[in-house]
């Protein structure tokens, strides 16, 4: 039998089912309804609904089918008018059956909803449904003797520690799935001091320091907005400008403006008072509520998310289970939740929502339980852990992006259970893509995906305001980034001023060869200067200068007695004015000389 497509809405008085199932007739439809159960068959497609609340035949029921698209419409009243039925849109806890479980061997028969647990030592007595809350900041480790043997069955692994001996058939594989050499041999206290080793011994000081001092390439990364936050600052909007107009129109009824806001909140997921009275200026709001701890301090704020077709097609191949978790699993369980959430985060800022090749190994290797098989029993361990292997492993390692990642996923959990199946969902559809990551769907993500729909949602409220709360410094992640962050700065301090040095030598030599430059070209145009007068024999008008452009042009080496003679050439100028006359007196004395010589005429 096949599993039509449907879709589940309600109002005060009725449940609408939509039920996709196209080339059927409806003379062989049928459809039985049974305080909280709602089934149709119609050849080849069956449906079965658990409903969280009662329905009645009371004649107000009816069904309308469209032959033209195959769509059956359902309406069923409620039995009890104005009751809100939750998690309509948790296809996989409505299609499980009464009863049905999920255990190891034997199987187990839910026999009443309302027992306990009780520890090893009898002091705790719990009840998923009844009033607890969880200390998530205080470490929980139950009395182990490390040197004492777990079970007969090896050391436990996978969702809530239920599985045991997978990977002694997976040799082969072993390499690409987990980093753990020997998980079934390998005790859970062990496995945290190997993969802290792990880490310690991949961190590159390097590569941390050449994405902190050139991180261009992560700026786009850190600018990215995820869809998550995305709704968040949608609904503050929304819930603004509906309170906005409201009170523009009931200003004169108060009793009308406070209840048409309770219903307002109601509608939006119940939107804090302090919300609700703020001005709705656009600015305001996106200076108030850009940053991420701005949103999840509003904890009763669960944005609706829209599961996609796919999505819910996901949904419905999912197994039909019931877990049966005492305290403390269910505490581990949380715990290891966030670290998967982390992962997936990163990767979703890394490529921007675009899955690619990589991405599976990224989620793999960033989350300490899918490598490494960990359990947690502290949140600020998880946290911690997540940090170091974001500054280990992947391409970008950048305190900064790692930042950012921690406050997606504390936007995620702030959003409630439907955000978190939806990136669980992602996480499995991922990893089943991909050889052999799929084995950890099998491990650990479609429990999860199956858990996380049933779970009482006040463990994942006090999870949400637990993570808020949550700070990490760079001294606690144990990689030393504090003190190789002063050294790198103080060598780039160093080369800095060695490079001021170089800079100011390299000018000097410059001032010295401009200068150079202008002496050589003062001397040289003197020189022409003197050789442009016709009446003067250059080789007795200003014989220095004469010497010093030969200097110039055979040695130039010479260049402090070229200077000298630039110098002496400036006397020779200044007291050109003063021996004028006996210049004269030269050339006309030469002149004569000339004449009275016979010979002077055949010489030139």
């Known amino acids: 039998m096949l599993t039509p497509a449907f879709d589940l809405f309600q109002d005060d008085q009725f449940i609408t089912v939509v039920i996709t199932a196209p080339f059927t007739r409806l003379s062989k439809t049928e459809i039985f309804i049974e305080d909280n159960e709602f089934r149709f068959y119609s050849q080849p497609y069956f449906l079965r609904l658990t409903l969280p609340g009662n329905l009645i035949e009371d004649g107000r029921e009816s069904a309308v089918f469209d032959t033209e698209q195959g769509l059956y419409t359902v309406k069923i009243p409620k039995q009890n008018p104005g009751e809100h039925f939750e998690g309509l849109d948790l296809l996989t806890k409505l299609l499980a059956s009464k009863g049905q479980v999920s255990a190891k061997s034997p199987m187990i028969e839910v026999v009443d909803s309302e027992s306990s647990y009780v520890n090893t030592l009898g002091e705790l007595s719990y009840d998923e449904g009844a009033e607890f809350d969880f200390d998530w900041q205080v470490e929980q480790v139950p009395h182990c003797d490390p040197g004492a043997t777990i079970s007969l069955d090896g050391p436990k692994y996978g969702f809530a520690n239920r599985r045991s001996n997978v990977f002694t058939r997976l040799q082969a594989e072993l390499c690409d799935i987990v980093d753990l050499q020997n998980p079934d041999t390998t ?34 990364i850190l600018q990215y907005t995820p869809p998550w936050k995305k709704q968040c600052i949608d609904m503050v909007s929304i819930s603004k400008s509906c309170t906005q107009i409201v009170g523009a129109h009931c200003t004169k009824c108060p009793d009308k403006l406070t209840a048409a806001t309770e219903n307002i909140s109601q509608a939006l997921g119940q939107i804090p008072n302090e919300t609700q009275t703020a001005s709705c200026d656009s600015g305001d709001l996106q200076t108030k509520y850009a940053d991420a701890e701005a949103i999840n301090t509003c904890s009763t704020l669960k944005p609706h998310v829209i599961f996609t077709a796919e999505e819910k097609e996901q949904m419905k191949r999912l197994p039909r289970k019931e877990y049966l978790l005492d305290g403390r699993e269910i505490f581990s369980t949380c715990l290891g939740l966030v670290d998967i959430i982390f992962a997936y985060a990163y990767n979703h800022r890394y490529t921007h929502g675009e899955n690619n090749t990589e991405s599976a190994w990224t989620i793999r290797k960033l989350s300490s339980m899918l490598s490494w098989l960990e359990t947690y029993s502290c949140l600020q361990d998880v946290i911690t852990s997540c940090f170091r292997r974001s500054l280990a492993f992947p391409l970008y390692r950048h305190w900064e992006l790692t930042c950012r990642v921690f406050k997606d996923t504390q936007q995620i959990f702030s959003s409630g259970r439907n955000q978190i199946l939806k990136c669980l969902l992602a996480i499995h559809h991922i990893l089943s893509h991909s050889n052999p990551h799929y084995i950890l769907n099998d491990l650990y993500i479609t429990d999860y995906c199956v858990w996380i729909q049933s779970v009482n949602q006040k463990h994942l409220d006090s999870l949400a305001v637990a993570l808020a709360e949550i700070k990490v410094n760079k001294c606690d992640v144990g990689l030393d980034l504090v003190e190789l962050e002063q050294a790198a700065l103080l060598v780039q301090n160093e080369e800095n001023e060695d490079g001021a040095k170089s800079i100011s030598s390299r000018l000097e030599n410059v001032i010295l060869s401009s200068k150079k430059i202008h002496d050589d070209t003062l001397v040289s145009e003197l020189s022409r200067m003197n050789l442009s007068n016709g009446d003067v024999r250059p080789d007795k008008v200003m014989p220095n200068e004469s010497t010093c452009a030969k200097d110039i042009t055979t040695h130039p080496e010479k260049h402090n007695e070229i200077r000298e003679c630039g110098n002496e050439n400036d006397d020779n100028t200044n007291s050109q004015s003063s021996s004028d006359s006996d210049s004269d007196y030269t050339t006309d004395s030469s002149s004569s000389s000339e004449k009275d010589d016979p010979d002077s005429n055949v010489v030139e």
């Open 187 to 220: 005790p859970a206290h062990q496995r945290r001091q190997l993969r802290m080793e792990d880490e310690s011994r991949n961190f590159s000081d390097d590569h941390y320091l050449a994405d902190l001092f050139e991180d261009e390439d992560i700026g786009h």
